[in-house]
Structures are given as structure tokens and as C-alpha cells.
């Protein structure tokens, strides 16, 4: 079997994992993120929030190379990563989810870890030859264990439950074992009672996955009781503007916060 | 594989091998036509079934195919070389009309491949020097294997049978492995694929390329079995032909193409019975294929599949539903 490359081998010892720096990106007169700036540590978990309109897509999109930022840099594992695109992003060792469903219906559950991965595997050429689960069988296998999906794994994933399918959206995104997964909203359109699985299978991803090391996360969400129990450090935006970071204790007492955002 | 899906494979093997032996001249070259047309619809099957780029302009590859075999074996280069030749030149010109599908997608990519497929024509048809124009080339030798002349139809049939058994057999291999998840992938949601590393450009192009050499070896086949080539079956409308061929038999599904051409290639002599009305009937057929089957022939066992499957759980909420009131 073969493993998927340690993607933060270059990392300085104490350097963060990830470090935007004066982001900016405007759409005609209207500066969406106007010179945001935050640092992601090895092993964080980070939440993005505010109203709507902040920017917090606008920044999502560029950290994952969907939009070109106007100004600002992006450091990956030390590395300006702010003009690749999705795909290099990817092999570099950033992971997704969306907001929306994203699954392959016609694949089975199994199938559609497995696609999650294999092309983190050898070259395309030698990828003909890979066997059809390209060695990632058991790595699948013990995520789907982890995400309690194994009842159906072997079914199309576009024929199970919207929660199901959020389960297999989420499992997907860890399967090459990204240094960095970037959550966007992970609670859209869930039944509460899975929002608390979520957490706890985040949670556990965090501290001990079943696959591969510790992870980060970016997690922009809206359900903030989920954020402020999930993240070690929230940063909220308002009007493309980075209104605070600091820990969900901290935001909970932050004055300008709850006046500009939380309305309590 | 299924138990049941390799017995009916063999079966299936079993009839092709058999039934030529009961045909006259005339039906085993019906039989052979519909081969050289499967090979080039699984490779348009792969392109449009597999990595869901639309594509018009298959028939262009398969008169590329033909007009290079067809050519060589004129300059008194062998078969052997010029169907290889057929493949590699369909490949190297489909990872060219891959580009545009990186830019345009749906109807608007099908215009584009059509254009080609138009341009293709007109060289066929204008470039005399080269194809001979509208009186094409004839006398297209056909080949011999080990000392044995393929010059017979029974020969040729077999031969064409061995060829495409082994690109099917090539293809499977290619589709059941990553090459095949990473098309579907493409297919059904490029986003999300190049998110998870998917190299959706090189996919899109290989799709073509891949297509295309199989329309290439499928034209070069057609040429030598024909043995004589002019620009009328590689003309757009062929290209239509050829994308409903994998429309009916099921796009995405391994052996769409065998019944898709057959509905192409067999139908049409089958109805002839009803002589001046064959077309009418062959088109009502397939009206009401588009509207009862949009996902192919293939699709049914999937469909019945599903109809058990949505029956099951309403069977099983329904005893819920009575455990409960019984409760209650």
C-alpha cells in the first residue's frame, strides 16, 4: 500500500500552518475582504464568523485558489500558495467541504472515499495499473468506520439520507489527509440532531483521526453555539474587516462583538 | 462481475462466435459492420457516458481513422502499421478538440466539436490530392494475419470480433481502475473533483483522446471492411448517429455500445420489412426510447432495481407504522 505523502514536511518547527497576510479583494466599489490577516496553527481549529455580507466566502474562495485576491499574500506550510488554484491547493495538502452537497451520486460511498484520494497516489501514468481501490481500501474503510456510515457503504451515495450524504461530503475531504481542511458550514441544511455528530466527529478527526495525523480546520459557519463550542480561535468579520480573533470565551465577552454581531 | 452478468457475457460470446456459421455473406457483413461500430461508440461512450463531455464530432475521428488506413495501405505501407498509425494520429488531433472543452461545456462544447466534425468533412471532401474527394478511394485491400488472408467475410468478421473483444477488454481495464472513477468524477461534478486533486484538463483531454483513437481503429476497421471510402459517412450527421447510438444503449454503462449499435446498425435492416415506412418506425422507436428511457436500455435493470428497492421501504415503514399503532 502506498501513503499519502507527509504534506508539512517543509514547515519550520513553530511556524504557523497557515498564514494569510493583508488580504484584499474588491467587486467594482465594493471591497468585499478589505486587508484581512490571520495565522492557522498546526492542530487548530479555527472559526470564521459574522453576518452576512462580511466576507467570509469572499476570503474562503481565495484561500482555496477559486478567486485571485486583489492584494495580500497566502502561506501555506511557509510556502505563498496565493495564486495556485483548487487543484494545486489540493495537492499541497488543503481539503473541502461545501456548503451544498457535493458528493458523486453515481459512485458508491466506498467509491467516492476512494476517488478522494487516489490521485494523491503515484503518477497518472502509473495509476493504469493501480488495483481499482488504488490501495486506499482500507484507509476508507476505517474512515467509513469513524464517520459510522458502514451500513451503506456499498450504496450509490446519491440514494441515501441528506445527512448520510453530508457524512460521506465530510469523510471525503479527509481521505488524502490534508494538513488543512476548510469546513463551509458544515451544519447548512442539517437535522440539529446530526449537528451534534458533526461536532463531535470534527472533534475527533482534530484529536485522533483514524487516518493519518492531526488536523487543522477553517470552519465558517452560521450555528454559533456549534462554533463556539467546536473552535480553539474565532475571528469575526464584519464589512470584509477582521472585528476580533480570539478565544470563543474571549469573542463571548468582546464588547464590539456582541454589539456589532452577536446582538445580545 | 455478477454470476449472472458473466453468464450472460458468455452466452453473448457464444452467439457471436456461433452465428456467423448460420448467416449468408450479407449478414456476416451486418455483423461485422455493427462491430467496427461498437468499438467506435465505446469510445464515444467513454467520452460523453463516462466523462460527460459533449461531443459531436466523433464521426470526424472515425473518417480520420479511415482516410489514414486507407491512405497507407495506397503508399504500400502495411495494415499492420496503418491502424496503429489511424489510432495514434485520432489520438494526438482528440487531445487537440479536448481544448475547447476546457473553456465551453454542454450544447455550447457540442457546437464546437460539431464545427470540427464540419471542417473535417470539407477536407475529406475538397483536399482530392490527399482523399480523392467525392469519388473517395477504393479498392482498400484487406489485410492477412500470419499468411492467412482476411480477404474473406467470415475471415474479416473474426477478426474484427478478436479486435474488438481486446479493446473492450483494454477499456474495462482502464475503467474499473482510478482512470475510471476520476471520468466519473469529471463527469458528474468537475468542481468538486478538482477540489479532491482530480486533474479535470488532463481528464477532459484524455477522454477525448481516448475516444477518439477508438473512433480511429473503429474507421480504419470500416475502411478495409467497406474497401471503399468516400465522404458521406463521416459527415456530422453520422456523428449525431453515432452520440444516439450511446444515448439508447445507455451512456456510461460498459456495454451501452453494443446495444446502442445495435439499434443503429441492426434496427434499421430488421425494419426493413415495413420498407418505405422503416425510417417512420425507426424514428418513433426512438421518440419513445427518449421518453421512457432517457438513460438507455441499460438502465432498465437499474430501474427495476430501484422500484424493489423504493417498494421494500415503503413496506417496511408501513409494518413500522402498524408495530407502532399497535403499541399505542
Known sequence: ?264 | MKKSALGLGLLALLVLLVAPQFLKNYGIYLLTYWLVFIIATMGLNLTVGYAGQKSLGHAAFFGIGAYTVAILLKAGVSFWLGLPAAALICFVVGIILGFPALRVQTIYLAFATLGFNTAVWLVMRNEEWLTGGTFGINNIARPSVFGASLDGNLAYYYFTLVMALLLAALLWGLLRGPWGKAFTALRDNPIRAESLGVDTRAYTLLSFAIGAAYAGVAGGLFASLVQYIEPGPFAVGSSIMMYLMVVVGGPGYFFGPVLGAAVGVLLPEWLRFAQAWYLFVFGVVVVLMMIWLPDGLLSIPDRIRARKQSRLASETRAKAAQAAGAKA
Do not use: W
Not at chain 1, 446519491?158 to 450524504?165: A, D, K, N, T, V
Not at chain 1, 482534530?206 to 463556539?228: C, L, Q, Y
Not at chain 1, 470565551?249 to 445580545?264: K, S, T
Open chain 1, 1 to 264: 500500500m502506498t501513503h499519502a505523502r507527509n504534506h508539512n514536511h517543509d514547515r519550520p518547527e513553530g511556524s504557523p500552518l497557515l498564514k494569510v497576510s493583508g488580504l484584499k479583494k474588491a467587486y467594482g466599489a465594493i471591497q468585499a475582504v478589505g486587508g484581512v490577516s490571520f495565522e492557522v496553527q498546526p492542530g487548530e481549529i479555527f472559526g470564521v464568523i459574522g453576518p452576512n455580507g462580511s466576507g467570509k466566502t469572499t476570503l474562503f474562495n481565495s484561500m482555496l485558489g477559486q478567486i485571485r485576491p486583489d492584494a495580500g499574500t497566502i502561506e501555506l506550510n511557509g510556502e505563498d500558495v496565493t495564486r495556485l488554484g483548487p487543484l494545486e491547493l489540493n495537492r499541497r495538502g488543503v481539503g473541502r467541504t461545501f456548503q451544498t452537497l457535493q458528493v458523486f451520486g453515481k459512485m458508491s460511498v466506498r467509491d467516492n472515499l476512494i476517488v478522494a484520494a487516489q490521485e494523491h497516489q503515484g503518477s497518472m501514468f502509473s495509476r493504469i495499473f493501480a488495483p481499482t481501490d488504488s490501495g486506499l481500501g482500507a484507509k476508507a474503510d476505517a474512515l467509513i468506520d469513524q464517520f459510522r456510515i458502514r451500513p451503506v457503504a456499498h450504496q450509490k451515495a446519491g440514494e441515501l439520507s441528506y445527512g448520510q450524504q453530508k457524512l460521506v461530503d465530510i469523510a471525503m475531504a479527509f481521505m488524502s489527509e490534508p494538513d488543512l481542511v476548510l469546513l463551509d458550514e458544515p451544519c447548512a441544511g442539517v437535522n440539529p440532531s446530526l449537528v451534534g455528530g458533526i461536532s463531535r466527529l470534527l472533534k475527533e478527526l482534530n484529536s485522533k483521526p483514524a487516518i493519518g495525523s492531526t488536523r487543522s480546520f477553517v470552519v465558517i459557519e452560521h450555528n454559533m453555539d456549534f462554533v463556539m463550542d467546536l473552535c480553539h480561535r474565532i475571528m469575526v468579520m464584519v464589512e470584509g474587516q477582521v472585528l476580533a480573533i480570539g478565544t470563543p470565551a474571549e469573542i463571548r465577552a468582546n464588547r464590539q462583538v456582541l454589539d456589532a454581531y452577536l446582538g445580545e
